[in-house]
């Protein structure tokens, strides 16, 4: 038995019923890409219910767990709500840092609330000069580090992240991420040697699956939003079309159980820097792949397509947008009607039935009982 399981990240269909509390009532990422762009053709995403999904009548799934960062999404995903949200800050506690700079032996720079892009702006030269990493955070629960790799070689720059991973243990924050970048003032670049050490998830239908013998293979940054529990094998990524090209290497290569992958360009690409012509282009790539990939799912296959959030290129600010968002399932089992669902942990629910585990999980299966 197999089953693919993709996370269009920060996807979003529309306005969680709760938006104004996250201050992000209107916001629609995929409803006001295609209004922008009306003659965007997604036929594949189409034929599985994605316009019924944007009307909001049908294979809609509303989150339930406080926040919307991409490991509260995902680990609701996975069957785990969280009735606390992670922690945010402008700039981290003074004792923090100290007892990370103590341990791992650096100085940082910065301690701030900032863009990738800006922050590298604004020190990046200054971290070449001294040596010292880049310290600063977002709207999210991360403490990012940043470091050119010529200066803090990849690996010196995990273990300063691991560190403060541990630190960070005790303040509730959700990643720590490890952001390495190349070049010269003012042609900075991020490179693709990111690694998020997440906080240690409770139980996810992921252990279930691993309890009763079926492997888990995550692609993308699936492992590491996880911290590498329920995860069997993991297979890091460096584009969506990277991260495609896995999918199809398993997928043709027999690979059995779940296969769990994340797209990250959608949000780190496009959704955070409000790119929404990059963001259509990158949905037309992923529909071209759709297309010639649906025929290969057999009549015995489990496929989810969904998202973890919303990131509206065309809302205001950088940041996430509390959103729905769809949930677009093929299965010989499939509800003829899957309506909208109150958690997004009903994808936990189909992966588990998908499979015939027991779960404990808080969701609904979309499949209908056997006859």
């Not at 036929?43 to 944007?54: E, K, N």
């Not at 900032?114 to 600063?136: C, D, F, N, Q, R």
């Not at 273990?159 to 991973?165: K, L, V, Y």
Request: proline share 6%; aromatic share 8%; with cysteine.
């Amino acid at each position: 038995m197999r089953a693919l399981l993709i996370v269009l990240d920060s996807g979003g269909c529309g306005a969680a019923p709760d938006a104004d509390r996250y201050g992000d009532t209107g916001a629609n990422t995929l409803g006001h890409i295609l209004e922008a762009y009306p003659g965007l053709a997604l036929p594949a995403l189409d034929s599985l219910g994605l316009r019924a999904a944007l009307a909001g009548i049908d294979g809609v799934m509303l989150p339930r767990s406080a926040g919307k960062d991409t490991t509260t999404g995902h680990w609701e995903i996975a069957g785990v709500i969280l009735d606390q949200p992670f922690a945010t800050f402008e700039s981290f506690p003074p004792q923090l840092v100290a007892n990370i700079e103590a341990e791992a032996g650096v100085q940082f720079l910065g301690n701030v609330s900032a863009s990738g892009t800006a922050i590298l702006e604004k020190l990046g030269a200054e971290h070449v000069a001294t040596g010292h990493p880049i310290l600063y955070t977002s709207a999210d629960s991360v403490l990012q580090v940043a470091a050119h790799e010529s200066v803090v070689p990849i690996e010196r720059l995990y273990e300063i992240c691991r560190i403060a991973r541990r630190h960070a243990d005790g303040h509730r924050i959700g990643r720590v991420i490890a952001r390495p970048f190349l070049g010269v003032p003012g042609q900075f670049q991020r490179t693709s040697r990111r690694h998020d050490f997440s906080f240690l998830p409770p139980p996810t239908v992921l252990d279930t699956l691993n309890v009763a013998g079926i492997p888990v293979t995550g692609v993308g940054k699936i492992a590491d939003i996880f911290a590498d529990r329920g995860v069997t094998t993991s297979r890091p990524t460096e584009s969506n079309a990277d991260g495609l090209r896995v999918i199809d290497e398993l997928w043709s290569g027999g690979a059995s159980g779940l296969i769990f992958a994340n797209l990250v360009d959608f949000d780190t690409l496009f959704g955070h820097r409000r790119d929404v012509a990059g963001y259509a282009r990158a949905l037309e790539e992923f529909d071209r792949w759709l297309t010639g990939f649906l025929p290969r799912v057999a009549p015995d296959d489990l496929v989810i397509i969904t998202a973890d959030h919303g990131n509206d290129p065309t809302f205001r600010g950088t940041d996430h947008t509390r959103e729905q968002v769809p949930l677009l399932v093929i299965h010989p089992r499939r509800a003829p009607r899957l309506g909208v669902r109150t958690t997004f942990a009903d994808s936990a629910a189909t992966v588990a039935d998908h499979f015939e585990t027991q779960f404990p999980n808080p969701g609904t299966t979309c499949l209908i009982a056997k006859t």
